[in-house]
């Protein structure tokens, strides 16, 4: 009954290819949101959906590009993959971003990029 | 744009000793103020937040924080850790703008290692 879960867990790959990292709440959330926790374990937003809308979109390259299904559902795919994109990367929901409400963190993705 | 910097990067500690762990911020709007908690290998956890009303909020596993808005502070305290708190914490802000609404961006600080020693 995992609240936030996301896919794989680990997550090995050369330059140059195209991955894509999954994520799920079961929590009738809204709001979902992708981080990105570098090597020096800085945590930083990289976009929100509501309601499967795109609400934050910060500075990120177009290689990567979010994709919600539905709004259980926050896929994130990276296009041609590169060594500074190897980080964890957290899913995270709540159910209301216009409150400050709690948000619900997944497990983490580790990424490497080889 | 809203920063949060917590001043200890690590803090060694012996068991059954308090603890406080630093934050501070900085914005020219209101803010609402997190800490999140991260044990290794996990996704972080909310430990408590602060919205409005009384300045100290306590959370879960015996933390507390204080918010202080005169020196833009929120920091964590525990009266007596134990071996089980050994984790990152990191302190957390979100921006309220015009209307006290915010869209749910946290900024979140550098993040302290909390080590407690048997």
């Known amino acids: 009954d995992t609240a936030v879960s996301q896919t794989p867990k680990y997550l090995v790959t050369q330059m140059g290819n195209d991955k894509s990292i999954k994520c799920e709440q079961n929590?009738?959330?809204?709001?979902m949101y992708w981080y990105k926790q570098d090597s020096k374990k800085f945590l930083k937003i990289m976009f929100s959906?509501?309601?499967?809308?795109?609400?934050i979109n910060e500075t990120v390259p177009n290689r990567f590009s979010p994709k919600s299904p539905d709004k259980a559902h926050l896929n994130l795919h990276i296009n041609s993959l590169e060594l500074g994109d190897s980080a964890v990367y957290f899913c995270?929901?709540?159910?209301?971003?216009?409150?400050?409400?709690?948000?619900?963190f997944g497990p983490g993705t580790r990424l490497t990029v080889l | 744009a809203q920063s949060v910097t917590q001043l200890d990067s690590q803090v060694p500690v012996f068991e059954e000793a308090p603890v406080e762990l630093r934050c501070n911020y900085s914005?020219?709007?209101?803010?609402?103020l997190f800490w999140y908690v991260q044990y290794p290998n996990q996704g972080l956890q909310l430990l408590l937040k602060?919205?409005?009303?009384?300045?100290l909020v306590k959370g879960i596993n015996g933390f507390e924080a204080e918010f202080n808005k005169s020196q833009t502070s929120f920091h964590l305290r525990k009266p007596s850790v134990h071996i089980s708190d050994t984790a990152e914490y990191f302190c957390?802000?979100?921006?309220?703008?015009?209307?006290?609404?915010?869209?749910?961006?946290?900024?979140f600080g550098q993040g302290t290692i909390l080590t407690v020693h048997p």
């Open positions: 995270a929901s709540s159910q209301d971003p216009t409150f400050a409400d709690t948000q619900y």
């Open positions: 929590l009738g959330h809204d709001t």
């Open positions: 959906y509501n309601n499967k809308e795109l609400i």
């Open positions: 914005s020219s709007v209101s803010v609402y």
């Open positions: 602060y919205l409005s009303g009384s300045t």
């Open positions: 957390a802000v979100s921006v309220s703008n015009a209307g006290g609404t915010s869209y749910g961006k946290l900024t």
